[in-house]
């Protein structure tokens, strides 16, 4: 049986630390149903992560049995420029941060929601890199020690020569997440902070 972990941090970097434990962080509703039902028949512990800010999302889910596959990520947007890699709650602010960098910047990014954590999904990854050669990890958590961190370590040693600059981690800073909701909203990834890092980075 699942885990399911309600937190204002996600815990994934705890959880992904643990030998045997399998992690999934979905960010739609249907990825909800569909993940949850491959948690509930895989043999292995799975910590099913649950982003609270995701709570009010409304999107229509399909009719019928959802089930979905665990250590796939999602292809939500295509470009040739940037790959923007994101989980659970950075999903709907890096897909709004990738239409604006098209609008204002000129830059077409690619957006993947890695959906699972354990087992990573490297491939769909360095299949974007391939084509766009610059790859941006945004994530909810500090930065120490971060899945960014562990997927940039991988891009170093499998995609290198894809690479045409510096992998960059966008994240929350390495500090306790403030419990007042103004201070939490200054401190996680935004959708303008995206956009502001990939810009600089690519210009």
Not at 61 to 81: E, M, S
Not at 107 to 113: C, F, M, Q, W, Y
Not at 160 to 178: A, E, W
Request: charged residues 20%.
């Amino acid at each position: 049986m699942p885990r399911r972990v309600r937190a204002k941090c996600l815990l994934s970097n705890w959880a992904m630390a643990v030998p045997g434990l399998k992690v999934v962080a979905p960010s739609s509703p249907a990825d909800v149903v569909g993940l949850m039902a491959a948690a509930v028949r895989d043999p292995d512990p799975v910590v099913f992560l649950e982003a609270k800010g995701l709570y009010p999302t409304k999107a229509e889910v399909p009719a019928g049995d959802i089930f979905d596959q665990l250590g796939t990520a999602k292809v939500l947007r295509h470009g040739g420029d940037v790959t923007l890699v994101s989980l659970g709650l950075m999903v709907p602010r890096t897909l709004a941060a990738a239409e604006q960098l098209q609008q204002q910047h000129g830059i077409d990014a690619t957006v993947v929601d890695l959906r699972s954590l354990v087992p990573l999904d490297v491939s769909t990854v360095l299949g974007s890199l391939e084509h766009t050669g610059r790859l941006f990890t945004v994530e909810e958590n500090p930065r120490l020690c971060g899945w960014g961190a562990e997927l940039v370590s991988i891009v170093a040693e499998e995609g290198f020569t894809s690479l045409d600059g510096p992998p960059v981690r966008i994240t929350t800073p390495h500090v306790p997440l403030p419990a007042a909701d103004a201070l939490e909203d200054a401190t996680l990834p935004s959708t303008a902070r995206i956009v502001e890092t990939v810009a600089k980075s690519v210009d």
